[in-house]
């Protein structure tokens, strides 16, 4: 297919829902839900390496607006949650949007790390009761065995029996397609085993880009700055910037968990770094 897409792929609607935690998009015959699940102030300190004429320029009072998203992809076929957030609004958001945790059909997880998995389980019980779990086999494997943390562990133990892993391959290598348009592409580095998705149909697509970027205000202008959170800092600044190059090349719009309402937009070159424009 055609990588080069234009600004005008995919269809928003900023009014369905009144309020800045809801926007739906689409791509092809794949309607996209941004579920906002917690918004609020995020500091200067977890971002790493900048210089201080960066921070003051880009972050000049030391904080930034921070968000936490999930994404609901409805396709003729199935219904997919990209990950689960903190669980706070969740259900409510997904009430909102007339789907029950009941009809989701898959849950892809971008990571394990808490604001992404907080929605699976209360206590031992799974809220999503018939939902497979989908995430990379480095990602599982770094969580449970190499480093091994109890609340990633109780947090999945529910789902044990209907838990999928899978190896992803970084853009350029032979995809690996999960479902009908919808395939995991490796970004490893926040985590060991960070993933992304890319959902396509109809000659329009969308990349699900997970914790690539956490501080727009200044990572996109500088994709070499890292955040306190991630795993390998220097995997994470070269996927970032290999990222970004990508969807600028291409007109990908991506969808980041903790963008900005709407949280989906376009990367843009600009003056040698990039720039990120919203829907």
């Given at each position: 297919m055609n990588l080069r897409f234009?600004?005008?792929s995919g269809v928003a609607d900023l009014e369905s829902f009144g309020s800045e935690t809801i926007f739906s998009y689409r791509v092809g015959e794949f309607?996209?839900?941004v579920l906002v699940e917690a918004t609020g102030q995020g500091f200067a300190n977890v971002i790493q390496g900048a210089t201080e004429s960066q921070l003051q320029r880009y972050l000049p009072k030391g904080t930034y607006q921070s968000a936490t998203n999930t994404f609901l992809v409805r396709t003729p076929e199935r219904i997919f949650l990209?990950?689960?957030g903190f669980g706070d609004?969740?259900?409510d958001r997904l009430k909102a949007v007339e789907v029950e945790p009941e009809h989701i059909d898959a849950i892809l997880l971008t990571h394990l790390h808490n604001d992404h998995i907080g929605g699976l389980t209360q206590g031992t019980d799974a809220l999503f009761p018939w939902s497979t779990l989908y995430m990379a086999e480095p990602e599982y494997k770094h969580w449970t065995v190499t480093n091994p943390d109890p609340g990633v562990m109780n947090t999945l133990a529910p789902y044990n029996a209907r838990l999928m892993t899978f190896?992803?391959?970084p853009f350029g290598a032979e995809r690996l397609n999960l479902f009908p348009g919808m395939s995991a592409i490796a970004s490893f580095g926040h985590t060991p085993g960070?993933?992304?998705y890319l959902i396509e149909s109809d000659g329009e697509a969308l990349l699900f880009c997970g914790d690539l970027i956490h501080v727009q205000d200044i990572q996109f202008a500088f994709p070499e700055l890292g955040v306190i959170f991630d795993v390998d800092p220097d995997a994470a600044s070269?996927?970032?910037d290999y990222v970004l190059e990508y969807c600028a090349e291409t007109g990908i719009p991506i969808a980041g968990v903790h963008l900005r309402y709407p949280a989906i937009g376009t990367v843009?070159?600009?003056h040698g770094a990039f720039k990120f424009e919203s829907f």
């Open positions: 234009s600004l005008l309607e996209v839900f990209i990950d689960t609004a969740l259900f190896t992803p391959k960070h993933t992304m070269a996927n970032r843009q070159r600009d």
